[in-house]
């Protein structure tokens, strides 16, 4: 009775009252309120309408290669094969009874890839029950902070999970996208370099120096890394779109686009290769 509130998702919707009209696009939101005009609103809330649209790094334990379980393991290796779908399968394969917190977090980091956040927060809610000091759960509990634009609480958060389990990698990469956040990159940087020194073969991590050295000049270095994170995992299409914007600084735009339609060919439901193909193509 006082206010009407519409937001469009898709297609083209027109809002009037006898006091007025208001056409609204794509991606758009307009209120009106008893007795005013339509009006268009300048952002979309509430929060939770457009959680799916958010971009949430990937941040996944590439150690569950050692994992009792053999569909936990076969799950791990279809994700390096960019086949996200064959995971969450495998995943499904696995009993009740031997679902532990690894299971949980690793289907959780698989889901907050697509931006299945409900679906992934319950799932780090599961592994924190099983053990509540679970760094990996942490990490990804950081992640989704930071994609709400909670910085507060991603810091607080990633250095949690670092405290709890220094020696591994995820803590550290996920500290290192809080501290990017916070334009702290040589920081940043920092995190991801004891990322890779404490796993050498994560591929993620080594993209993510990568990325990091790109955002303070350090281009041969940047591509170095790229290299080798796409040595370590060819298929994976985070890999190749690093290595793609590796290529771009330097003015590579051959080698940039073959590397960003592998990677938009790899996981076709990642934006950041489409922008660094953008790119590619203005320059």
Do not use: C, M
Not at 128 to 147: D, F, G, K, M, Y
Not at 177 to 204: C, N, W
Not at 224 to 251: D, N, Q, Y
């Amino acid at each position: 009775a006082e206010e009407t509130a519409i937001w469009v998702f898709e297609g083209r919707v027109q809002a009037s009252n006898p006091l007025g009209t208001l056409a609204l696009g794509e991606g758009e939101a307009g209120f009106a309120r008893s007795g005013e005009p339509p009006q268009r609103r300048l952002d979309i809330t509430p929060r939770d309408a457009v959680q799916w649209a958010l971009f949430y790094p990937p941040i996944i334990d590439f150690r569950l290669a050692e994992h009792p379980s053999a569909a936990v393991r076969q799950a791990l290796a279809r994700y390096r094969q960019d086949d996200l779908p064959g995971a969450l399968v495998r995943l499904e394969k696995v009993p009740a009874e031997d679902r532990d917190a690894a299971y949980f977090t690793l289907r959780a980091g698989l889901l907050l890839s697509v931006g299945a956040v409900d679906e992934a927060e319950r799932d780090i809610s599961q592994a924190l029950t099983r053990e509540p000091h679970n760094a990996v759960a942490v990490a990804l509990r950081s992640i989704i902070a930071l994609a709400r634009n909670e910085r507060d609480e991603a810091l607080a958060l990633a250095e949690r999970a670092v405290d709890l389990a220094p020696s591994s990698a995820v803590p550290h990469v996920a500290l290192s996208y809080v501290r990017q956040a916070a334009f702290q990159i040589d920081e940043a940087l920092e995190s991801a370099g004891q990322a890779v020194d404490l796993e050498p073969r994560d591929a993620l991590a080594r993209a993510r120096v990568s990325e990091l050295e790109l955002a303070v000049g350090n281009l041969d270095r940047a591509l170095a890394s790229a290299r080798e994170a796409v040595a370590e995992e060819p298929r994976l299409a985070r890999t190749k779109t690093v290595l793609g914007f590796a290529h771009l600084t330097r003015i590579e735009i051959g080698a940039a686009r073959a590397s960003f339609e592998e990677a938009i060919a790899l996981d076709p439901a990642d934006p950041l290769p489409r922008l660094g193909l953008g790119l590619a193509k203005i320059r």
